[in-house]
C-alpha cells in the first residue's frame, strides 16, 4: 500500500473537503433564500446526494455547522475590512480605524443574511462571550467558542489600532476633559478595565480610552444593525449620518476631526 510521504492531501481528504464545501454551499443557498431558520440538514443531503445520515459524518449537528458556516462569514468579513485598512499606510491609526467602521458597515449590509446568522449563531453555555465578561469567570480565549473567537478577533483589528494609536502618541493628542465620563461602581470600572479591554481591544489602556471605545463600539454596531435590518430611522442620507457619528465619535476621544 502506498503511503502519502509528500504532506500533500491524500484522495480521501480532498473528497471530504469537497464535500464539507458542497455542503457548506448547500446551506448557505438555504440561509440566502429562507434565512436562518429555513436551514434543513435533510435539504441540504437532498442538495448534495447524499443520505440525512451521512451528513453526520461531516457535521455532528445542524448547530456545528452553523458555527463553522458563522466562522467562514467572519473569515470573509475580517478580509474585507483589512483590505480596506490596508489601503491606507500602516501608521495612519486614524483612519485604519474609519476605514474599519465603513467595511463592517459596507459587508453587514451587503451580506444580511449571513450577518443575521453572525448575531444569532449558537454558543456553548459556558465558552461564550457573555461567560468571558462575567465578573464571576475567567475564561481562557483559547476557550472561548471559535465564533466568540472569529467576533474578538475582527473587533480587535479595530482596537489594535487605537492602541497602537496610544503607543504613538504617548498619551497626547486627546483632551478628556471634554470627555464627559458616568459615576461609575467599581465593579463596573473594573469591568471595563478587564474585561471589555480584553475582549474587543485586545491590550491594556487608561479606563478613559477603554470606557471611550467601548461606547464607539457599541455605537457603531447598533448603527450597522440597525442600517442591515432595516430599522434605521435615516432613509435618504446615510452616509453623511455615518459620517457625523464618526466625528461625534472622534470628538468622544477629544480628536478634532
Known amino acids: 500500500m502506498s503511503s502519502n510521504t509528500t504532506g500533500s492531501p491524500s484522495r480521501r481528504e480532498r473528497m471530504r473537503a469537497e464535500t464539507i464545501g458542497e455542503i457548506k454551499a448547500s446551506a448557505r443557498g438555504q440561509l440566502l433564500k429562507h434565512g436562518p431558520s429555513g436551514i434543513s440538514l435533510r435539504a441540504i443531503a437532498r442538495e448534495v446526494g447524499v443520505s440525512p445520515a451521512a451528513l453526520y459524518r461531516y457535521f455532528d449537528s445542524l448547530d456545528s455547522l452553523l458555527k463553522e458556516l458563522c466562522c467562514d462569514f467572519y473569515d470573509e468579513l475580517i478580509e474585507a475590512t483589512r483590505e480596506s485598512m490596508d489601503a491606507w499606510p500602516a501608521d495612519d ?4 480605524m474609519k476605514a474599519w467602521i465603513w467595511s463592517f458597515r459596507s459587508w453587514a449590509v451587503s451580506n444580511r443574511r449571513e450577518f443575521e446568522l453572525m448575531l444569532n449563531a449558537p454558543e456553548d453555555d459556558e465558552q461564550n462571550a457573555l461567560a468571558m465578561c462575567s465578573n464571576d469567570a475567567d475564561v481562557p480565549f483559547e476557550q472561548l467558542d471559535p465564533v466568540t473567537r472569529k467576533s474578538m478577533e475582527h473587533a480587535q483589528q479595530c482596537g489594535h489600532e487605537l492602541a497602537a494609536y496610544y503607543k504613538q502618541t504617548k498619551g497626547e493628542g486627546f483632551d478628556f476633559s471634554q470627555v464627559e465620563m458616568p459615576e461609575m461602581s467599581e ?3 473594573r469591568e471595563i478595565q478587564e474585561k471589555c479591554a480584553a475582549m474587543i481591544i485586545g491590550a491594556d489602556l487608561p479606563l478613559s480610552w477603554v470606557y471611550a471605545f467601548t461606547s464607539g463600539w457599541v455605537r457603531v454596531f447598533g448603527l450597522v444593525t ?3 435590518f432595516g430599522s434605521m ?5 446615510i452616509d ?8 461625534s465619535m472622534m470628538k468622544d476621544f477629544g480628536i478634532e476631526p
Not at 491609526?93 to 485604519?96: A, D, F, P, W
Not at 430611522?233 to 442620507?237: E, G, T
Request: proline share 4%; charged share 35%; hydrophobic share 35%.
Open 187 to 189: 465593579g463596573l470600572r
Open 93 to 96: 491609526h486614524l483612519e485604519r
Open 233 to 237: 430611522p435615516v432613509h435618504d442620507n
Open 226 to 228: 440597525m442600517e442591515a
Open 240 to 247: 453623511e449620518f455615518y459620517e457625523a457619528q464618526i466625528r
